[in-house]
């Protein structure tokens, strides 16, 4: 009986652990709209430009797209990335998805 309390409780410990290391939004599985960052506080300059790229997918059986920080310059014209940005949008959980990274600099 101890031995089964004592694997139960590390089992917790290591549940609860592992759900406080991550940096995520709440999710929605009917509908989920949201826009992160994490990496930079809000009174950085983030530069005066903007471009992003996404990856998208369709009941989670065809996925396609490129998601890349120097995809995301690329569509902004920007030549030094002073931040990152990400979005993702999902529909029905797995009926549609869509994640995009948004470069932001000059």
Excluded: W
Excluded at 65 to 86: E, F, N, W
Aim: glycine share 10%; with cysteine; charged share 10%.
């Amino acid at each position: 009986m101890i031995r089964f309390l004592a694997v139960a409780l590390i089992g917790a410990i290591a549940l609860l652990g592992t759900a406080c290391g991550t940096y995520q939004p709440p999710y929605g599985y009917i509908y989920h709209n949201t826009r992160m960052n994490k990496d930079v506080s809000e009174a950085t300059n983030i530069g005066s430009r903007s471009g992003a790229s996404c990856v998208q997918s369709y009941m989670g059986m065809i996925s396609f797209g490129d998601a890349s920080i120097k995809a995301a310059a690329a569509a902004g014209g920007i030549q030094t990335v002073k931040a990152v940005d990400y979005s993702e949008l999902s529909i029905f959980t797995f009926f549609y998805n869509r994640f995009c990274t948004i470069a932001h600099g000059d």
